[in-house]
């Protein structure tokens, strides 16, 4: 199985500060299709999740701008340009280019 | 609006069956993949199962010979039957579509004596 490392896994940042995760993967997420299928989830505390980026770098529907993903091969990253308080919960990568799609650890970001 | 609504979750003794069902609207389920992905208690989330439109179906290997996904077009319905539960399968169940960009409310599944 492909396995997805985040770091870092707790991540307190002061509110209108940027925040960056990143997300490595065990083999390149390229698949045969040419696609890299990485994306990012957000889960706020008593919520399901909610997908934020999808295929590496596009923003889905209703997501602040604020919130960009980059990253290629096995490196990725998302970034937060100013924390918000409603920024506050658990971020996951997740790949699904490899079955088992696989999740990141999650990172839990709150707040200083 | 797209909307994902789960139900079937409980609490369920170690060797005993559940069945779980999405059922979906506001878009057409039969031109989607559908998966389900739970989230133990203080742990991450876990791809559980996944089938596409169509109907290859995929699962994850804990649970692979234990649980069988299904889908309905016709009811716009996903649905989850779970056999053999063990302790390890406690976690909130969610329904998503396709590659999760939409997700359900959940559906606690309970498996303890």
């Known amino acids: 199985d492909v396995v997805m490392t985040q770091s870092p896994l707790s991540l307190p940042v002061t509110l209108g500060q940027p925040a960056s995760i990143s997300c490595r993967s065990s083999?390149?997420?390229?698949?045969?299709?040419?696609?890299?299928?990485l994306f990012w989830f957000q889960q706020r505390p008593g919520q399901s999740p909610r997908r934020l980026i999808s295929k590496v770098s596009n923003r889905d529907s209703g997501v602040p701008d604020r919130f960009s993903g980059s990253g290629s091969g096995t490196d990725f990253t998302l970034k937060i340009s100013r924390v918000e308080a409603e920024d506050v919960g658990v971020y996951y990568c997740?790949?699904?280019?490899?079955?088992?799609?696989?999740f990141g650890q999650g990172t839990k970001l709150d707040i200083k | 609006e797209v909307q994902l609504v789960e139900s079937g979750g409980g609490l369920v003794q170690p060797g005993g069956s559940l069945r779980l069902s999405c059922a979906a609207s506001g878009f057409t389920f039969s031109s989607y993949g559908m998966s389900w992905v739970r989230r133990a208690p203080g742990k991450g989330l876990e791809w559980v199962s996944f089938i596409t439109s169509s109907f290859t179906i995929y699962y994850a290997d804990s649970v692979k010979g234990r649980f069988t996904i299904s889908r309905d077009n016709a009811k716009n319905s996903l649905f989850l039957q779970m056999n053999s539960l063990r302790a390890e399968d406690t976690a909130v169940y969610y329904c998503a579509r396709g590659f999760a960009a939409t997700w359900g409310q959940g559906t606690m599944v309970t498996v303890s004596s």
């Open positions: 083999q390149s997420l390229v698949h045969s299709d040419g696609n890299t299928y």
């Open positions: 997740m790949q699904g280019t490899h079955w088992p799609y696989t």
